[in-house]
T-cell receptor, first 114, second 113 residues
Framework: AQSVTQLGSHVSVSEGALVLLRCNYS??????LFWYVQYPNQGLQLLLK??????LVKGINGFEAEFKKSETSFHLTKPSAHMSDAAEYFC????????????FGGGTRLMVKP | DTAVSQTPKYLVTQMGNDKSIKCEQN?????MYWYKQDSKKFLKIMFS???????INETVPNRFSPKSPDKAHLNLHINSLELGDSAVYFC????????????FGSGTRLTVV
């Protein structure tokens, strides 16, 4: 069975500071890993995905994430936060089988202070 | 050209009513899903259909019944609505087990009063 844990339901950073959102996963097979962003009252937008190619994955809006198998982690980072990054971020895992579902972590609310 | 579209976007209804939410994808994906997002933003899978065949049916009250007339459509019908059904329901689709990612609709906010 697959599962995801996001450490920190709320993270607050100052504008221009480093953003680090933590994600640890559990999977019985090599996983596919995703980060999604949800702005208020909107749907889920894919930020980036890891599907067994390069372990450092670059996504949209300057975000990137590194797959570390030994730590079962897939933390999301951005060097410099913008006010527009304030949103809910979800880490998710899939085992990649036909029809396999995406399992989400509990989400992290990112707040950016001026 | 919306990739995954859901209707309606908002749904307010009384307890005991029956309602449906429709979902359509134009991406050529082979699998479609329904997710429920509760008031604490937690996202949980409800159902999954692969090429019109039900393959995931999580512990969901049998008042919820999905229907997939073809692989581009997955509708959700809910009977005898209860207050606890109030949530945001997201439709999603994927191809080949999600290797290329999962695409989500914009959600349907259901409020039961």
């Amino acid at each position: 069975a697959q599962s995801v844990t996001q450490l920190g339901s709320h993270v607050s950073v100052s504008e221009g500071a480093l953003v680090l959102l933590r994600c640890n996963y559990s999977s019985s097979v090599p996983p596919y890993l995703f980060w999604y962003v949800q702005y208020p009252n909107q749907g889920l937008q894919l930020l980036l995905k890891y599907t067994s190619a390069a372990t450092l994955v670059k996504g949209i809006n300057g975000f990137e994430a590194e797959f570390k198998k030994s730590e079962t982690s897939f933390h999301l980072t951005k060097p410099s936060a913008h006010m527009s990054d304030a949103a809910e971020y979800f880490c998710a895992v899939s085992e990649g089988n036909a029809g396999n579902m995406l399992t989400f972590g509990g989400g992290t609310r990112l707040m950016v202070k001026p | 050209d919306t990739a995954v579209s859901q209707t309606p976007k908002y749904l307010v209804t009384q307890m005991g009513n029956d309602k449906s939410i429709k979902c359509e994808q134009n991406l050529g994906h082979d699998t479609m899903y329904w997710y429920k997002q509760d008031s604490k933003k937690f996202l949980k899978i409800m159902f999954s259909y692969n090429n019109k065949e039900l393959i995931i049916n999580e512990t969901v009250p049998n008042r919820f019944s999905p229907k997939s007339p073809d692989k581009a459509h997955l509708n959700l019908h809910i009977n005898s609505l209860e207050l606890g059904d109030s949530a945001v329901y997201f439709c999603a689709s994927s191809l080949q087990g999600g290797v290329y990612g999962y695409t989500f609709g914009s959600g349907t906010r259901l409020t039961v009063v």
